[in-house]
């Protein structure tokens, strides 16, 4: 019997319910991350990105919603990965001049979100879901917005502390 041919819709909706599970596990892993912190702007903005992507998850169940499918989310390996590699240096480093450094390489490397909503607004484009394409443009936005504001912490203090200790 011949296997039935994927469409960009397919890879669409499996795409959304990929990026849904990492949203959902980032969502539980920031405040780990934020309770762990020792520099306090690095502590804010862990708590501005949890935030965030509280908004995120319901922007991603509007999505959900305006291609008639059930938000659920389906296991994405990197972020998985991502998670449990922030853990280790959590458990690793507590208490390390070092361990703001590695919580914000850890949060930076769960922003692989933004290349994938990026893929998902281009499809969303090409699909002509409008509504969706706004949706997760704003997400987008967001999430470089995030990497900037972590790249900055680490800049201006972060790294200069876990080095001179």
Not at 146 to 161: F, G, P, Y
Request: with cysteine.
């Amino acid at each position: 019997m011949p296997k039935e041919t994927k469409t960009l819709a397919d890879l669409f909706h499996d795409t959304l319910k990929d990026i849904y599970y990492a949203e959902k596990k980032i969502l539980a892993t920031l405040p780990k991350m934020a309770k762990a912190a020792q520099n306090d702007e690095l502590t804010a903005a862990f708590e501005k990105h949890r935030a965030e992507t509280e908004r995120h998850v319901e922007r991603l169940e509007q999505v959900f919603a305006l291609i008639d499918k059930k938000a659920q989310g389906e296991t994405c390996d990197a972020i998985v990965g991502i998670t449990e590699e922030g853990a280790e240096i959590m458990k690793d480093y507590k208490g390390s001049p070092a361990l703001d450094a590695g919580l914000i390489a850890a949060a930076q490397a769960v922003d692989y979100e933004i290349s994938r909503y990026g893929t998902l607004r281009t499809w969303a484009e090409e699909l002509g879901l409008n509504d969706a394409v706004s949706l997760l443009q704003q997400t987008l936005q967001e999430e470089k917005a995030t990497d900037q504001a972590l790249t900055k912490i680490a800049e201006s203090v972060v790294n200069q502390e876990a080095e001179a200790a």
